[in-house]
Structures are given as structure tokens and as C-alpha cells.
């Protein structure tokens, strides 16, 4: 039989309420058999074979952290792309360097409009982030750069395509055009704006096969995992498979992940309209047939729709007042007059449904749905989850407490983007109350935090995250609405046990309780201790998954 090891610690937090603290943990299988202190656990000491690990004695160890939102595959698709972003990045072919200005972003493009010997090539470029270089691209001036080469261009979170006039051509679409998000000047004529999916899918058929590199989703998923790994994460879900090619993606997914060597578990969550566009009215039929493929390490979970914009492009959609500049942002690919018929049949199936919602807006929308839902159809324990829950209003979330649902929150804007948007978007009021997790405690609503990385300019660190989340700190060190900070339990609760529960997996991670899969997040020193201010400088030693060891540095 397989031998059964001990850890020892100088403090386990469990995030089990009911026994918090041990100095010792026994796994077996890749699964936990007792949480406590080698004496409370000698029954099973006594009647397995065992080995005593003191490696971690002086360390501090927590379930493995969750991110419930991230997109690795969908980063690799745009970092092998001309780079056009504000921060130096990581990309396939080598490192770019972030450009700081409007200016240098036009004279990146027509360096590569330089080097291309083919005239018919097109520039396909990715990053630009509007709030911080000048604004979104448009027609005209992209055709400064080249009249005649074509160029498409998609901003750093991937809701705005602009093509110039060349690419409009290739891309076959003129005046006479009536899509939703095609955008247009005052004069009527197109501006080469594709905002949000159902206009942008529109803008990339040309250009797909530049974004389906072989070996370049792989690379990613391998990549952007160490990294995950690297800041104490041992499980995360792919909020979007099926962008392009969703066998593709879980094709690549299936061998990245299930090497032995790959640090995570990961959770695929298909994008609405993909599947209602390949399947139509057997699209929840066909998502039920996926989830056949689970496995512990590699499982299709739930179901994503994507029902306004994003946060640092500026597209979500804002109540009154509404945008500095007047613009009313966007709304999803699916018709909100047609969501209730839509999420009807996955709802029936008992399919978990994440509704990404930025906005006030939409938030509010979701909230109308999901009482639609209940109405038509009432369910306990359906875990709908608001994704990303940026703009809201206290009322909001004890409307969403009281239908049943959850949210998983990204609050790293608060830090990253509050200020910027406050002067470039939504003004001091909601930028201010990003994130209002203080709100989403008082009312009972259980969250999660996650970064959506690697499709924002923020980091993948859950213990920023927390530190965030209990500190509310701008960039310029002052806080932005104290009465949104939450305690320090609740935010590591947060990236562990409640995360867990938004992917309805937490009768098997989250928490060291026994019988659990044995996943481990290893830390220098203990987020409760540390002055709240230190906590995001705390070092990540390694994570374990499945009992399997990995180090940082190792």
C-alpha cells in the first residue's frame, strides 16, 4: 500500500471554522486522511505505514489558492501578436517591451508595416490600452499608418477590434452594414470599430488563422500555469474555452495540464454563444455530453455569458449618469431581452451559469434575470455566479443574496485602474467603490476574488488580491471607500474555501479537512499575523497538489 506522509508546519490554516488551526496534516493517495497534531492523529499513525516530513516546520501552510477566472490559452493567442501594450510583456517569441505613448504606439505599427516585404500581410496587433494611451484606435488613423497594407488591432482586454479601411475590405463589410457594436463616425461612415463579440467575431475570420499558432496555446497554458503556481495557486478556471475552436482548445488544455509536472487543476467554462452558434437548442445537451471528459485534475465546468463590456476598455454599461464622455458602453452578444429563454434550458440542466457583468447596468440586468429564473423554474443551490461584479450598488447585493447567487469579484482594478478610470471613464464616484466586497459581506452573499489574467493589466497574486481587498489602496496611497474593506479571514476565505464553492467544488478543495484532495499553498509567514499592509510581500515557498511537491524556485 502507498506509504502515507505527514506534514508538519509551524501553523496549518485550515479554513475548516469548525477546527481552524493544526500543526499537522497526514495525506495518502493524493488525498487527505487527518488534519490536527501528531498525537490527535496517532490512530491512523499507529495503523499505516507513515513518513514524518519536517520540511515545512517552520512555514505556515493554507489550502491551495483558487483563481476562478483566468485565461491562459486566450493570453498565448494574443501574446504571439505585434505588442502594442502600456507594460513591458512576456510574450512566445521573446519580450516586449511596453510602449508609454500614443505616439509610440503609431510608429511600432509602421515599423512593422516596414518590415513586412508582403503587402498584402496584415498587421495583427494586441494591447492597447485606451485609458492610458490616447483612446481607442479608429479608421482614419490607422490608415495613417497604411491605406493600403490591412490592420487589425484588438485592445489589451480583448472586447474592441479596429481594422482600417484595407481591413475593412478584406473583412467585407461597408455602410450598408447593420451589426451590433460596428461602429461608426458622425458622418455615418464606418470608424473600423468591432465592439464585443458578436461584431468582433465578425472582424477576426480573416485574421484567425494568425491567432491559432500551433503550439502557441500549449505554450501558453505552461507558461502562465507557472506562473499561477509560482504565487501559491493550484487551481484556476478557464473563464472562456471556445473562443476560436473549442476541441482546439481542449485538445491543448488536455496535454498541457495532464502532465505530471503541470502544477494546477483547471476547469474549462465554454462561452454561451459559441456553443448556441455550433449546437443551437441542444447546446446544454452538448455541454452535459463534455463534462463526460472530467477528470480530477481537467473538467468543463458550467457555462460563461458574456453580457456587457470591460472594465479597463471602457465598454461595460454604467446607470445614470453614465460615462464622463457621455458614451453608454456595450452590451453582450446575446440580446438581454433574450437572455431568460436563453439560460432556461442550462438552468433546467442544473448547468452552474457565470454571467459576466461589469456594470452597474448589467449587474442590475442579471439580477432581473436570475428573478425571472427562479420564477420560472425555482432551484436551491444554483451557485449563479455575477463575474467580475465591478460597478455595483449596495442594494445590488442584497437583491443578488436574496435570489441566491454568488459573485466572483475582480478587485485588483481597485488598486490598478481606480484613479485612471475615475479621470478616464466612470468618474470618482463608482471608481471609488469598485469592488464593493464590504457590501457583498454585510449582506451574506458568498465571493470569490480572481484576476481574469492574463487579459488585464493586473497581476495574478491571490495574496494582492487579499491584501487589496483589506487595504483598498490606490496608486497613490489613498483608500478608496474604507467601508469596502473586508477583514483579513474573509479575504483568504475568499481565494480558498468560497472560491472553491463558486466552482462547485468544494466538497473537495478550498479547505484541509479529511478527504479532500491534498492541495497546499506553502507560505513564508501568516497573512493573520503580518501587519495587513505587508501581507502582499509575504513569499510564496511552493504549492503541493495532489501530495505532489512543488517548489517555487525548485
Excluded at 481607442?136 to 485592445?155: C, G, K, M, N, Y
Excluded at 463579440?197 to 491559432?212: D, E, F, Q, S
Aim: glycine share 8%.
Amino acid at each position: 500500500m502507498t506509504q502515507m506522509t505527514v506534514y508538519t508546519a509551524r501553523r496549518i490554516r485550515t479554513m475548516d471554522p469548525g477546527r481552524p488551526l493544526a500543526d499537522a496534516v497526514a495525506i495518502k493517495n493524493g488525498r487527505i486522511v487527518s488534519v490536527g497534531t501528531l498525537e490527535s492523529m496517532r490512530p491512523w499513525l499507529d495503523t499505516n505505514a507513515h513518513q514524518i516530513d519536517d520540511r515545512f516546520k517552520d512555514k505556515v501552510i493554507f489550502p491551495g489558492f483558487i483563481d476562478p477566472h483566468t485565461h491562459f490559452r486566450m493570453s498565448g493567442v494574443f501574446m504571439g501578436l505585434t505588442y502594442l501594450g502600456p507594460i513591458d510583456q512576456q510574450g512566445p517569441r521573446g519580450f516586449n517591451k511596453g510602449l508609454a505613448s500614443r505616439s509610440e504606439v503609431l510608429d511600432k505599427l509602421r515599423q512593422v508595416d516596414s518590415e513586412q516585404e508582403d503587402p498584402s500581410q496584415p498587421i495583427v496587433a494586441w494591447g492597447l490600452d485606451p485609458a492610458v494611451q490616447g483612446g481607442q484606435f479608429h479608421r482614419d488613423e490607422l490608415d495613417t499608418v497604411s491605406a493600403t497594407r490591412p490592420i487589425w488591432t484588438v485592445t489589451y482586454a480583448p472586447h474592441v477590434v479596429v481594422a482600417n479601411s484595407a481591413m475593412l475590405e478584406v473583412i467585407g463589410i461597408d455602410e450598408t452594414s447593420n451589426v451590433y457594436g460596428v461602429e461608426r463616425y458622425e458622418d455615418g461612415r464606418l470608424n473600423g470599430q468591432f465592439v464585443e463579440r458578436a461584431a468582433a467575431a465578425i472582424a477576426t475570420k480573416p485574421v484567425a488563422k494568425y491567432l491559432n499558432e500551433p503550439g502557441h496555446g500549449i505554450a501558453a497554458i505552461r507558461a502562465l500555469g507557472k506562473t499561477a503556481q509560482a504565487a501559491g495557486i493550484t487551481a484556476t478556471a478557464d473563464m472562456g474555452v471556445g473562443y476560436l475552436d473549442l476541441e482546439a482548445e481542449w485538445a491543448d488544455h488536455k496535454e498541457a495540464v495532464m502532465d505530471p509536472e503541470f502544477p494546477l487543476r483547471m476547469y474549462l467554462v465554454p462561452i454561451e454563444g459559441r456553443l448556441s452558434a455550433e449546437h443551437g437548442d441542444a447546446a446544454a445537451t452538448f455541454q452535459l455530453e463534455l463534462q463526460k471528459r472530467n477528470t480530477d485534475k481537467l473538467a468543463i465546468h458550467g457555462v460563461k455569458f458574456v453580457n456587457d463590456g470591460s472594465y479597463p476598455a471602457m465598454t461595460l454599461r454604467l446607470r445614470y449618469p453614465g460615462y464622463l464622455d457621455g458614451h453608454e458602453g456595450h452590451r453582450g452578444e446575446t440580446p438581454w431581452e433574450e437572455l431568460v429563454e436563453t439560460m432556461l434550458p442550462y438552468w433546467r440542466s442544473g448547468i452552474q451559469i457565470h454571467s459576466h457583468a461589469n456594470g452597474d447596468e448589467t449587474v442590475q440586468m442579471t439580477l432581473d434575470v436570475l428573478e425571472q429564473l427562479q420564477l420560472r423554474h425555482p432551484r436551491f443551490d444554483h451557485r449563479f455566479t455575477i463575474e467580475h461584479y465591478c460597478i455595483s450598488t449596495p442594494d445590488q447585493a442584497r437583491r443578488l443574496k436574496a435570489l441566491g447567487g454568488l459573485a466572483s469579484v475582480n478587485d485588483y482594478f481597485v488598486h490598478y485602474r481606480s484613479l485612471i478610470h475615475a479621470e478616464q471613464g466612470f468618474g470618482p464616484d463608482r471608481a471609488e467603490a469598485t469592488a464593493r466586497l464590504g457590501s457583498l459581506e454585510r449582506e451574506g452573499v458568498v465571493f470569490a476574488l480572481h484576476s481574469d489574467f492574463s487579459l488585464v493589466l493586473t497581476p495574478i497574486h491571490p495574496l494582492t488580491a487579499v491584501w487589496i481587498a483589506v487595504n483598498r489602496v490606490a496608486l497613490d496611497g489613498t483608500v478608496q471607500a474604507p467601508g469596502e474593506r473586508i477583514g483579513v479571514d474573509r479575504a483568504m476565505r475568499a481565494i480558498t474555501i468560497d472560491a472553491a464553492h463558486i466552482l462547485s467544488r468544494d466538497h473537495e478543495l478550498g479547505s484541509i479537512e479529511a478527504g479532500k484532495l491534498a492541495d497546499f499553498t506553502i507560505l513564508e509567514d501568516d497573512p493573520y499575523d503580518v501587519d495587513a499592509i505587508k501581507i502582499r510581500d509575504i513569499h510564496v515557498w511552493g504549492t503541493i497538489l495532489a501530495g505532489k511537491v512543488f517548489p517555487v524556485n525548485g
